[in-house]
């Protein structure tokens, strides 16, 4: 002990650091439980992934994608899932996008807090984790019987709109929440309108967050089997849609869930390919969403 | 329509000794006395300020967030192409008077405003005014320089965009002008199209403040514009504010009463949601009329 006061406190502050032990064993092992479940993530979509390359690569070949599903596994095909599936997640995004970003304006920068817009939001929470087959039985009873849509494009869309739409709005909030609200009061003080403020400046400004938000969402919608099950949708057409409104149409998850179902171990194999190349458009909407963000966000760092 | 003027180089005359003084050194720090106000430098004494045209008037002024009243019975003349300084310490109420005069405070809820608040002897919260006009006519910069996530050129844009104007010659000539009057215009004419988010701190407050001239104010709002910056961009704005109330009518809130005794004509005193005494500013910071006020500019509270 030394004879001036300082060190006393140094000294008595140490004494505390090393009468814990325990502290710092705890923070490495629990350092060491997050790294384990890191890990056990990673390996499980690793063999998951390498299992099915290494089953269905073989066939994911130019025929596999142009020919129609046959009742021969060997020449089974995708291209009318793969279109449908295409054609769907477009039709979706059309209707899910106008409504959804518009929602999320009027929540954020045109209601009022008040019972009706906490009202408003909680709903939208809540639906956004309704499971997408009870949207799947409300599209039946909604879309394909009230409004005769059958089992169409228009009505398969119309039911993932409504699966999406929660993830959108919320998504689109966000984003327009993260601009700052100098740029709202910069924008009002020089006499914008509201208008004129949500088109000029926050949409612009949050962009980036929503088209990353509308892309996640629409992934989701490729890959939703469930509410098109419920409405009906074929999981076997050999033709593709030639209308929106009339043809029955399938998509990549149906034809996977019809092709796992055969006894047949070659249309397992058939299946396996699909999930790649479902896989791999995922990917592409995945990596879009990337670049958008980048693209967009360079010129936007607050 | 333009009524832009070209303004002279500033010269040590124009600016007075104590402002020179003060672009070269560093800020004095605040000592038990009042500070010091240029003697020689062109001033009106109260009655002479009575006796101009005023600009904005506030005639008994009353605000309320909710419940809790802000402002009491504030009377306040602000005569034309004069700069008033609004001091008092933090919470006084002096940021919520400013932001009364171009009704930024409508865009928080649940507030009330009583009184009367005259632009040019018409009182702008009667029903039938146009708040979207009275911010083109009554300008404003803020404490956090708060440029939209555009170009340089976009952001002074944007007022005269939101207003109608469209010609690229027109908005061309309105940039430069603007640019020019807030001194950045050499700084920045070869980069007008990078983002304004590149800028430093100071530049940005000065291109805030030529984003507000954009619009072709009569008033210029100024909360606490110079508090966020070093002494030498401090410098420059003050410098500026000089040169612009040749211009315009200029109402600036500053925690710095060096500042408000630098660059002010009028100074008004706000404590605790009350104006305690108003005054040319070379009256009231050498022979203040009441305690309060003798207190606060001594540095003995706030």
Not at chain 1, 94 to 109: K, R
Not at chain 1, 167 to 191: C, D, F, H, N, W
Not at chain 2, 284 to 292: D, K, N
Request: net charge neutral.
């Amino acid at each position: 002990m030394s004879n001036s006061s300082p060190p006393v406190y140094r000294n008595s502050l140490a004494e505390h650091s090393n009468g814990r032990p325990l502290a710092k064993f705890a923070s490495n092992a629990f350092a060491v439980a997050c790294a384990t479940c890191t890990i056990v993530c990673m390996a499980t979509l690793v063999v998951l992934l390498w299992k099915i390359f290494q089953f269905g690569w073989g066939r994911v070949n130019l025929d596999f994608i142009t020919s129609f599903p046959s009742s021969t596994a060997e020449n089974a095909g995708i291209k009318s899932s793969l279109v449908g599936s295409l054609y769907l997640i477009g039709l979706t995004a059309l209707f899910s996008v106008p409504l959804g970003v518009g929602t999320a304006i009027y929540l954020e920068e045109y209601c009022k807090p008040s019972r009706w817009r906490t009202f408003a939001q909680t709903n939208i929470a809540n639906l956004a984790g309704v499971p997408s087959i009870v949207y799947g039985i409300l599209g039946l009873g909604l879309f394909v019987r009230a409004m005769s849509l059958n089992r169409s494009l228009l009505a398969g869309a119309l039911t993932l709109t409504l699966v999406i739409l929660p993830i959108v709005i919320l998504a689109s909030q966000e984003a327009l929440r993260a601009v700052p609200k100098t740029i709202r009061q910069a924008s009002y003080a020089l006499g914008a309108t509201r208008w004129q403020t949500v088109w000029g400046q926050l949409l612009p400004a949050s962009l980036p967050g929503i088209l990353t938000g509308v892309i996640l969402a629409l992934s989701r919608a490729l890959g939703e089997a469930a509410p098109l099950l419920a409405i009906g949708a074929a999981t076997y057409t050999a033709f593709l849609p030639q209308d929106i409104v009339h043809d029955d149409f399938s998509v990549l998850p149906l034809q996977i869930y019809n092709w796992t179902d055969q006894p047949q171990e070659a249309f397992h194999q058939a299946a396996a390919a699909a999930i790649v190349v479902l896989l791999t458009v995922l990917i592409c909407m995945n990596a879009l969403a990337v670049f958008l963000r980048y693209r967009f966000s360079k010129r936007i760092q607050w | 329509m333009v009524k832009l003027k070209k303004l002279s180089e500033p010269t040590p005359e124009t600016l007075g000794p104590l402002v020179m003084s003060e672009m070269t050194s560093e800020r004095p720090t605040t000592s038990l006395a009042a500070p010091v106000v240029g003697t020689d430098r062109s001033s009106l004494s109260a009655d002479e300020m009575r006796n101009l045209r005023q600009k904005v008037s506030a005639q008994g002024v009353d605000f309320f967030y909710g419940s809790n009243q802000a402002l009491h019975n504030v009377s306040l003349d602000m005569p034309e192409n004069l700069v008033t300084a609004l001091i008092g310490p933090s919470g006084c109420g002096k940021s919520t008077f400013l932001r009364c005069l171009n009704r930024m405070n409508d865009m928080i809820d649940d507030t009330i405003v009583r009184g009367d608040i005259l632009l040019d002897g018409v009182d702008i919260y009667k029903s039938r005014t146009d708040v979207v006009e009275l911010r083109k006519r009554v300008g404003m910069v803020f404490q956090k320089s708060n440029p939209f996530p555009k170009s340089i050129y976009d952001n002074i844009a944007y007022g005269p965009r939101v207003a109608g104007v469209k010609q690229r010659g027109v908005l061309d000539e309105i940039v430069e002008k603007c640019l020019e009057q807030a001194a950045l215009w050499d700084e920045v004419k070869d980069r007008l199209n990078d983002s304004a988010l590149q800028l430093s701190g100071g530049q940005q407050q000065r291109l805030c403040i030529a984003r507000a001239l954009a619009t072709f104010p009569d008033v210029l709002l100024m909360d606490e514009p110079a508090s966020a910056l070093d002494p030498k961009s401090t410098a420059r704005i003050e410098d500026l504010i000089f040169e612009l109330k040749n211009s315009y009518t200029i109402v600036i809130v500053t925690h710095n009463m060096q500042q408000a005794a630098r660059v002010s004509d009028q100074t008004a005193f706000f404590y605790e949601g009350s104006l305690i005494e108003v005054g040319a500013t070379t009256e009231l910071f050498t022979r203040p009329t009441q305690q309060q006020t003798e207190e606060y500019i001594t540095g003995r509270f706030g």
